[in-house]
């Protein structure tokens, strides 16, 4: 207990100083290379450990399902009832330096290093949470004297992650976090990870002031390491489901705050939903306003019409679509959410015309939501990393 307590203050620690560095870089206009103060030259003194198996970021539990072949099984691995949606970190490991009571670790997509995130350890290893899927890192250590000087550093070392998506989150306070990247799409290609995020609800539905669920480590994940730009909020006005929340973020001044309310009922895409849902897609057609992270009450349904668009409308397989969506029972939602819940989402967009799920879907927008067949192709441009449009 007290080595789990002890990690999370080191996470707390790390999220935190990440967040420091994102804003300093903003205020200052620099990019988020990493500076000279924290990539410091020194005897190389630290030996890495090495890797050679990508790193598993889902639990056993959450891989039981996405390697089943039929995910109408889904309520036997999770049924919304317990938190169970975080990833597995991955646990990075050096020998210790003689008398160095601290390390500083900077990991990054970049062997040179730009554009890193930092944590730090008092031990021999650090616990690294929300990394990419599929994706080469490299990495580096830093030991620290008891004033914070650089004393000594290793080589720069690399590692993998498994390439399984999706990509869940974890971001402290809040349950049902993933990215919506990393699916495959049926023509051979994938979404791309670091733009979009679905998520349960920041703060209390109902109240008459607005109470945060999200923690303060929570929001230096989110802005920080995240780089969140943009919250669309899909919580209903007229009960107050969106908590008193008017014009602004809970995560802050950085974060430009947009309501599309949609109706919370059973039938998630109706009519009195249509103009909401062209509002939220107009948002994912603009590359000003990504990353962005889009959330209901819970994260699965109304959450789920806007993933299953915009998913369906870059091509991913409808297999990919209710696995997508029935992930959601990792998630603490009170409920289980069973394949039957998605099939209404399918049976309304094959009412439209066209000879794939994704031209239906643009044949949906444009008739429906208002949406124009240019915004269409700027959302696949952006979000397909093969898209030629």
């Known amino acids: 207990m007290v080595h789990m307590k002890t990690n999370r203050i080191f996470r707390t620690a790390a999220v935190f100083l990440c967040a420091l560095l994102v804003t300093l870089c903003l205020l200052t206009g620099c990019a988020t290379a990493a500076q000279p103060s924290l990539v ?38 999770a049924a919304g009832a317990y938190e169970k949606s975080y990833p597995q970190a991955v646990t ?21 290093l730009s554009g890193y ?41 690399s590692f993998t992650t498994d390439p399984t998506p999706p990509r869940n989150l974890y971001v402290d306070g809040i349950t049902n976090v993933r990215d919506l990247g990393g699916w495959p799409t049926e023509d051979g290609g994938v979404i791309r990870q670091g733009l979009a995020y679905r998520t349960g609800r ?60 949609m109706i919370g009922t ?14 939220a897609l107009s948002l994912f057609a603009d590359e000003k306003n990504y990353p962005i992270f889009f959330h209901c009450s819970i994260g699965t349904d109304r959450t789920g019409v806007i993933a299953f668009l915009i ?7 409808e297999d990919t679509l209710y696995r997508d969506y029935l992930f959601s029972n990792y998630g603490l939602i009170n409920a289980v959410r069973i394949p039957a819940n998605l099939r209404p989402y399918f049976d309304v967009i094959n009412m439209y015309e066209g ?22 192709d700027s959302i696949v441009r952006i979000m397909r990393a093969d898209a030629q449009l």
Not at 120 to 125: D, L, N, Q, R
Not at 210 to 219: A, H, L
Not at 223 to 242: A, F, K, P, S
Not at 266 to 279: T, V
């Open 266 to 279: 059973a039938n998630f895409i109706q009519p009195r939903s249509y103009e909401s849902i062209g509002r």
């Open 202 to 261: 920041l703060n209390q539905n109902k109240t008459d002031t607005i109470e945060p669920i999200i923690t303060d480590e929570g929001i230096a994940v989110m802005v920080g390491q995240l780089g969140v730009r943009t919250e669309i909020d899909l919580r209903e006005l007229e009960n107050n489901e969106v908590g008193s929340l008017t014009k602004k973020s809970v995560l802050g001044n950085s974060v430009n705050y947009v309501q599309c309310p």
């Open 355 to 376: 000879a794939t799920l994704s031209e239906r879907i643009r044949t949906f927008l444009r008739t429906e939501c208002a949406v124009t067949d240019r915004q269409m």
């Open 311 to 317: 998913l369906g409308l870059c091509g991913v397989s």
């Open 117 to 157: 995130w930092v944590f730090t350890s008092t031990g021999t290893e650090a616990e690294i949470y929300n990394l990419k899927i599929g994706t080469k890192y490299y990495w580096r250590v830093y030991s620290l004297s008891a004033s914070g000087a650089v004393t000594g550093m290793s080589e720069t070392g």
């Open 40 to 77: 410091s030259e020194a005897p190389v003194t630290i030996k890495l450990a090495g890797y050679t198996e990508p790193f598993e970021i889902h639990t056993q539990l959450q891989k039981n399902f996405l390697e089943a072949s039929n995910v109408a099984f889904i309520s036997k691995y």
């Open 92 to 112: 990075l490991g050096w020998e210790p330096e003689k008398d160095a009571p601290s390390y500083r670790i900077l990991v990054s997509e970049n062997e040179d």
